[in-house]
């Protein structure tokens, strides 16, 4: 059984620092695309960053410039760097990942992790 187990997040300062870290368990299977979306309470989950097993990647307007993004494909691990943390970054960040079987795309999610940045 597919599981991405999450790791990183916490509390930061305003324009601090902070990586989260995402590993799929339990699959052999090269996801094709992983990434991180993020949800406040009341609010839908909103895309943060993706990338692709090729390397294409994908940001919200909002974390263009501050966010990086990166994956090992071989251990079928992704990692998210943010820089310039904000207030308004605080949700609960959840991993992604998407494999597409060719008539059936699979996607996967992690538990959350929370980040919080206080001013």
């Known amino acids: 059984q597919v599981q991405l187990v999450e790791s990183g997040g916490g509390l930061v300062q305003v324009g601090g620092s902070l990586g989260l870290s995402c590993t799929v368990s339990?699959?052999?299977?090269?996801?094709?695309?992983m990434g991180w979306y993020r949800q406040t309470p009341g609010d839908a989950r909103e895309l943060v960053a993706t990338?692709?097993?090729?390397?294409?990647?994908n940001f919200a307007t909002s974390v263009k410039g501050r966010f990086t993004i990166s994956r090992d494909n071989a251990k079928n691990t992704v990692h998210l760097q943010m820089n310039g943390l904000k207030p308004e970054d605080t949700a609960v960040y959840y991993c992604?990942?998407?494999?597409?079987?060719?008539?059936?795309?699979?996607?996967?999610w992690g538990k959350g992790t929370l980040v919080t940045v206080s001013s």
């Open positions: 990338v692709t097993s090729g390397g294409n990647t």
């Open positions: 339990g699959g052999v299977y090269e996801m094709s695309a």
């Open positions: 992604y990942a998407e494999l597409d079987a060719g008539r059936t795309v699979f996607t996967y």
